[in-house]
């Protein structure tokens, strides 16, 4: 199993600079791949960007050039830092970990970009 805790959301205006962190224990070694994720009320679940063990990596659309995904060193930690953040931008922010097929999520962390 894999545990995942979020951190680091909050309120920002329209232009500012966040930065998540998600820690991840557990059985660690054998995770695929990270990402984050976001989801708004009454929509589905998006992907943000995600990273591979290799270090690859992919954005959504609506972020590339604005949010970078990296994990550190110890592959435990994952981070998302997000600037020029939109209103748009507004969404709780899921941490995640794909593992011998399976998805492993953390509780999130709202972010709130205020116009």
């Known amino acids: 199993q894999v545990q995942l805790v979020e951190s680091g959301g909050g309120l920002v205006q329209a232009g500012g600079s966040l930065r998540l962190s998600c820690t991840a224990s557990?059985?660690?070694?054998?995770?695929?791949?990270m990402g984050w994720y976001r989801q708004t009320p009454g929509k589905q679940r998006e992907l943000v960007a995600g990273i591979t063990n290799g270090g690859g990596t992919n954005y959504a659309d609506s972020v590339k050039g604005r949010f970078t995904i990296t994990r550190g060193n110890a592959k435990n930690t994952l981070y998302l830092q997000m600037n020029s953040l939109k209103p748009e931008d507004t969404a709780v922010y899921y941490c995640?970990?794909?593992?011998?097929?399976?998805?492993?999520w953390g509780k999130g962390t709202l972010v709130t970009v205020s116009s």
């Open positions: 995640n970990a794909f593992r011998y097929g399976m998805n492993h």
């Open positions: 557990g059985s660690i070694s054998s995770i695929n791949s």
